[in-house]
């Protein structure tokens, strides 16, 4: 008896770690809430423009376009009314091009407010690192993302967020017919548990 109550004694921490080992990741923990003091439900913002995503890694391996589409969709599931992306860009595009003619500066970037839009939801890369993608289609990630009031004069922060995880897709690559199409789905997983943590819109009546 006393033989077989040590061996429980040593299985029973042995089962647990095990269990523990395999359990599946719980969606939202690569996420850091860097900003939320209830701007997101006392503004409730509705009509969003997502500004192009900045690559700020320095190496420029950004699926940029991919990750701006990603967010624009994953607001949608969360209740909110993104610009069209086309739109956006084209207002950039037109206000860069009047600038130019006028011989003044070209804005660095998109100014919050300039389409009427309630808030902007910005998107900044700031790891990329695909250095371990050919070998073992891992891709180590930093994203920081925010929704920015663009009715308020200051352009106050309504959230923010730090997406940080080193992205593992072996047994992924396989299930998709191409490399681009296995990037978009990592930019869709990224954006959804972003997203996931951000306060879902709160639908109020006439809005």
């Known amino acids: 008896m006393r033989n ?13 770690l095990t269990s523990c080992r395999s359990l599946p990741e719980v969606p939202g923990t690569s996420v850091r809430v860097l900003y939320s003091e209830g701007g997101m439900s006392t503004k409730n913002p509705v009509d969003i423009v997502v500004a192009p995503v900045s690559d700020e890694t320095g190496t420029s391996m950004a699926p940029c376009d991919m ?14 009314s993104p610009l069209s992306l086309d739109y956006v860009s084209s207002a950039l595009e037109g ?15 998109y100014h919050p407010g300039t389409l009427g839009e309630d808030a902007l939801f910005r998107v900044s890369v ?10 073992q289609t891992q891709i180590v990630v930093t994203i ?17 967020a730090r997406f940080e995880k080193t992205l593992d897709m072996a047994l992924m690559k396989n299930k998709y017919p ?7 789905y990592c930019c869709e997983m990224i954006a959804a548990e972003i997203m996931d943590c951000m306060p879902a819109r709160t639908p109020r009546a006439g809005i």
């Open 4 to 16: 077989l109550a040590s061996l429980s004694l040593f299985l029973v921490p042995a089962l647990a």
């Open 67 to 80: 990750l701006r589409t990603a967010f624009a969709d994953a607001l949608v599931r969360r209740r909110y």
């Open 95 to 109: 206000q860069a091009n009047a600038a130019a003619a006028a011989g003044t500066p070209v804005p660095a970037s």
């Open 126 to 135: 700031k790891t990329w690192d695909m250095s371990a993608w050919k070998s």
């Open 144 to 160: 920081d993302a925010w929704m920015i009031d663009s009715v308020d004069p200051l352009n106050k922060e309504l959230w923010g």
């Open 178 to 184: 191409t490399e681009s199409v296995l990037m978009n």
